[in-house]
């Protein structure tokens, strides 16, 4: 079992994780913790399939540490997750199937946050909502310009 200081200490890094993370500018230093409550956290061992393209798109995956290779069937690595990014944003947004595989290639700790949690935690505290959605809006908008670039 993890001592209170190594949780406090991985509680604290995790923080600073998601300071870092586009989706969450804007929240207050109080919200982070509230953020970081919503999530469930999980291992993952290299090899191991984070989800397929095609699975259920509901939740959100923040990585705290380790390297994921994001796949699309028929073009290959579209992406190498490293520490700090976020994967499956979509899922908060809209409840479609994924766009790609996502394989872990380095051991690596994440944070889930489903979208239902999240959902249901935003009638509490409406401007956490507000902040993290108007976050996806954006990325999601900036990658689809990115596409069309292309």
Known sequence: MASVSGKVAARAKAVKILKKISAFDGLKDEEYSRVLAMCSSAAAKQGDVLFNQGDDGSSLYILLSGEININVEGVGTVHVMKTG?????????KRIPRTATAVVTKDSVLLQLYAEIL???????PQIGYVIMKNVAKILAERLSQTNKK
């Open 85 to 93: 990014e976020i994967v499956g944003e979509i899922g908060l947004v």
């Open 119 to 125: 959902h249901d935690v935003v009638k509490k505290y």
